[in-house]
């Protein structure tokens, strides 16, 4: 608990209740800053007209703090109008008392009644935006690895994709908090994954039960970076198809997760997010909730549609990217391109298969079923692949099932032979490394990958942002938080 919360909670052994809590906008009078005060609320707390009152100045704090005091060297003034009556009023216009809010827009003041005290505090989201800045320049400053959460994680291919790029940024990372449904994609990334390996807190649950469980929220400690990476089934063209729905949120198991993603967001407050979905998510009513919200919290946001192609990836993947900033530091993903020296070709990252092997098929069903397909004008049309090929079309989550739009790959020898890729050629067209896979099933492979996200563009973005945080480190401006116009908070 912090000074402000204790200094709120209790006043010099005083019960003290709070009965009123609002947002003043700081304005200017007489060349000085002013609040002005006109309610009949902070009478709750024995502020009435006439009523001497103390003030006390707490600049580390940023508080003042009001107290009723017969020896108050001020007085609560009063607005009389007729038929009514008095109304208590404050007016505070002083650059000595409300320096210490300077870069503030509006403060809020906290009515205790029981002890006589009314405070003037900064807006909690800028109090967390200076905390949020002072907390990732100390740990850059003094060498300490940056701590990561990773919500909805799966087998943490997306950390392990941007811990790579922070590394090559110039800033060192450490698993802080990991977050997944499937306890077994925890289990294995614990063992084999190093971007998650060491967590200091795994949350092997859905996401809403950890939100919604103030024991543990109130456990969960900050950290400088967080990655997101929301299940993308109520926002998919397949997703959507499959369900007959029409909107993201309609999705009855993962349409809402945006709400306690950005519960769990607040707890750990950090520097950075990094957020990653299907393009069709960034229109979602979700994503503009999100970015609001980030906005509200003191944030800037880049966002970008990478391709892995273009980064030098086989997999034909284009995805939407979302990076926020914490004010003070600014982080941009324009211009954001690789930088190739070969083009890869699919027999870059073939196992040895023998030709004779049993996994070639001439999977007649599939061709049956195109004919059908293209009876009924649905468009639905097999791929394949050839060693020579530089681009593969995208592996999904049920690729080992060999649906018939599932890219497979042709016999080196015989036209009418084709075979699925191995978990292994999975990982390697995806960019990651075949260990993050060892010891699953064909089939868990295509999952955990089917789901995940591509190397390149991820390791790009997390290089970005070590850069970033690097020139932060070295800028000796210390941001004073955030104010909102009213009208935008309230129009």
């Known amino acids: 608990m912090n000074s402000i919360s204790t200094a709120i909670i209790a006043v010099c052994g005083a019960v003290a209740t709070l009965v009123d809590y609002t947002v003043h906008k700081i304005a200017t009078?007489?060349?000085a800053p002013r609040v002005f005060v006109e309610t009949r609320r902070i009478a709750?707390?024995?502020?009435?007209?006439?009523?001497?009152?103390?003030?006390?100045?707490d600049p580390g704090e940023r508080r003042l703090t009001l107290r009723v005091s017969e020896a108050g060297a001020y007085m609560v003034s009063r607005r009389q109008r007729e038929g009514a009556p008095a109304t208590p009023v404050l007016d505070l216009n002083s650059n000595e008392l409300l320096g210490i809010f300077?870069?503030?827009?509006?403060?809020?003041?906290?009515?205790m009644a029981g002890a006589g005290v009314i405070y003037f505090l900064p807006l909690a989201t800028s109090s967390a935006v200076i905390e949020r800045a002072a907390r990732v320049r100390d740990k850059l400053v003094s060498g300490a690895p940056l701590a990561t959460a990773s919500i909805c994680a799966g087998a943490g291919f997306m950390a392990y994709a941007l811990a790579k790029g922070y590394e090559q940024g110039g800033i060192r990372t450490a698993p802080a908090v990991v977050n997944e449904i499937d306890s077994e994609q925890v289990e294995h990334a614990l063992q084999h994954n190093p971007a998650v390996a060491g967590a200091q807190l795994t949350l092997?649950?859905?996401l809403q039960e950890v939100a919604l469980d103030p024991w543990l929220m109130a456990r969960v400690p900050k950290v400088e970076i967080a990655e997101l990476s929301l299940p993308c089934s109520g926002a998919s063209a397949a997703g959507k198809a499959k369900r007959g729905t029409d909107v993201t949120e309609e999705h009855p198991e993962v349409g809402h997760l945006?709400?306690?993603?950005?519960?769990?967001?607040?707890?750990?407050?950090?520097?950075?997010?990094?957020?990653?979905?299907?393009?069709?998510?960034?229109?979602?009513?979700?994503?503009?909730?999100?970015?609001?919200?980030?906005?509200?919290?003191?944030?800037?946001?880049?966002?970008?549609?990478?391709?892995?192609?273009e980064?030098?990836?086989?997999?034909?993947?284009?995805?939407?990217?979302?990076?926020?900033?914490t004010a003070g530091l600014s982080i941009t993903l324009d211009d954001l391109v690789p930088q190739l020296t070969t083009v890869p070709r699919v027999e870059d990252v073939l196992e040895e298969v023998a030709a004779d092997d049993p996994r070639w098929s001439g999977y007649a069903y599939l061709f049956t079923k195109q004919v059908r397909d293209e009876a009924k004008g649905n468009g639905?049309?097999?791929?394949?692949?050839?060693?020579?090929?530089?681009?593969?079309?995208t592996l999904r989550k049920g690729y080992h099932k060999g649906g018939s739009t599932d890219p497979l790959l042709v016999h080196p020898d015989r036209n009418d032979l084709f075979r699925k890729f191995t978990g292994t050629e999975h990982a390697r067209i995806k960019g990651f490394p075949a260990d993050l896979v060892t010891g699953l099933s064909e089939t868990r492979a295509h999952e955990l990958l089917g789901q995940s996200v591509l190397y390149a563009p991820l390791a790009a973005i997390g290089r970005r942002i070590g850069e970033a945080l690097q020139a932060f480190a070295r800028n000796s401006a210390v941001p004073q938080g955030i104010g909102y116009r009213l009208e935008r908070a309230t129009g």
């Open 29 to 31: 009078h007489k060349s």
């Open 311 to 325: 980064f030098g990836q086989l997999e034909a993947r284009r995805r939407w990217f979302l990076v926020a900033a």
């Open 102 to 111: 300077e870069g503030q827009r509006e403060i809020r003041m906290v009515v």
């Open 380 to 393: 639905f049309m097999m791929q394949t692949v050839k060693p020579g090929d530089s681009k593969v079309p």
């Open 258 to 309: 945006i709400a306690p993603a950005i519960m769990l967001l607040h707890r750990l407050q950090p520097a950075v997010v990094v957020v990653e979905n299907v393009v069709p998510y960034r229109n979602s009513g979700s994503a503009w909730i999100l970015r609001h919200t980030l906005r509200d919290m003191g944030y800037s946001l880049s966002e970008v549609e990478l391709d892995g192609v």
């Open 204 to 206: 092997a649950a859905p």
């Open 44 to 57: 709750r707390a024995g502020f009435e007209p006439g009523v001497r009152y103390t003030i006390e100045l």
